[in-house]
Every structure is written in structure tokens, then in C-alpha cells.
């Protein structure tokens, strides 16, 4: 009798182990198919510069500041630019200069808010916005010192951002909220 007992152990021992192989392998088949990292290829993710704006951005001259901060204007805004202190509502969408997207205030639904000149984003940003108007858009090269000096890690879907690496921000400054623009 015990041996009769030691065999089904083993044939039920086999069939828990077959079952788990094979959803350990179902697991893996269905998981590779995102494979490829926020379940959207990059070139459907949503994007403040399309491929028309990219060819005309070519022809646009690079600013640079005393910071080593470069940029370009996309679109001038037409409105007034935001005063230190005050809040921001902008949208962005930033990249590795690779050109995969680590984040984005776009795919998120709704503009990020956040009081300018007061450390509340990272140094390249709060700069670039200080000299853009409401409606304006721009691309920000900003220089590692600049940006995240202790890098960020990588996330699912988004790529890591190396410390003391450059990344680019393209952004949009939607309203200053509280600020009144004189309409023209």
C-alpha cells in the first residue's frame, strides 16, 4: 500500500508542476507582447511636436543661456510670461535624447501645475518657462547639471534617465492662473 500512496504523490506532484509550467509560459507569451514598454510604440504616444513640426524646427535658431540651457521656440506665445512664484499650468513631454519619452503630462490627461522659480521641477525647466508667454510653445535641450543630477531609475514603460544626463523637454505654457491676459 505505501508504495501505491508514494506513486500517486509523485503523478500529483507532475501534474501540479505541468500546470505551472504551463501558465508560467502562458504568462510570459501574453507579457511579451508588451514588450516593447507602455503598451503604446513611441510613435503613438502623444506628442507636442509631430513629425511636420520636427522638419520645421530645423530652421529654427537654438538660444542658449549663461546656464547652457538651450532652446527652441516652437510657437510664441502670445500672452504674458509667468512671474517668479507664480503657478504654472504647462504640458510637457520629455524624452531621453534617444527620443523615448520617460514623461509626459500628456498622457496623464491634464497639464502639470506647479509654482515657477521654486524648485518644485527640475532647474532646465523652471528656466525655459520663465521667458515664455501663455500659448507658446518650445523645445528645452537642458544640460545634466540641469536636470537630474541623480538621474532617475526606469520604470515599466519608460526608459532610465542617466545622472548628470541631458534630456529634452518639448513644452506648452497653458495659463498662469491668476495672472489676467489682456485680450488684443
Known amino acids: 500500500m505505501r508504495i501505491r500512496e508514494y506513486d500517486d504523490q509523485i503523478t500529483l506532484v507532475k501534474r501540479r508542476d505541468m500546470i505551472g509550467l504551463a501558465f508560467g509560459i502562458s504568462c510570459l507569451v501574453i507579457s511579451s507582447s508588451d514588450a516593447n514598454g507602455g503598451g503604446l510604440p513611441p510613435e503613438e504616444k502623444p506628442r ?4 511636420a513640426c520636427e522638419k520645421e524646427l530645423e530652421n529654427v535658431p537654438m538660444v542658449t543661456t549663461e546656464s547652457g540651457l538651450q532652446y527652441k521656440d516652437i510657437k510664441l506665445g502670445q500672452g504674458p510670461s509667468p512671474p ?8 510637457y513631454v520629455a524624452t531621453v535624447p534617444n ?9 496623464k490627461g491634464l497639464p502639470y501645475i506647479f509654482r515657477v522659480g521654486s524648485g518644485q521641477v527640475i532647474k532646465g525647466l523652471d528656466e525655459g518657462i520663465l521667458s515664455m508667454k501663455v500659448g507658446g510653445k518650445r523645445r ?5 547639471p540641469l536636470a537630474f543630477p541623480k538621474g532617475l531609475n526606469s520604470t515599466p514603460g519608460r526608459p532610465r534617465v542617466a545622472a548628470n544626463s541631458p534630456v529634452i523637454f518639448d513644452v506648452s505654457l497653458e495659463y498662469i492662473p491668476g495672472l ?4 488684443e
Not at 99 to 107: A, K, T
Not at 140 to 144: E, F, Q, V
Not at 180 to 183: L, M
Open 48 to 51: 507636442l511636436c509631430d513629425s
Open 84 to 91: 517668479t512664484g507664480f503657478q504654472v499650468a504647462a504640458n
Open 99 to 107: 527620443g523615448q519619452i520617460f514623461d509626459s503630462s500628456l498622457e
Open 140 to 144: 528645452l535641450y537642458i544640460p545634466g
Open 180 to 183: 489676467e491676459v489682456d485680450e
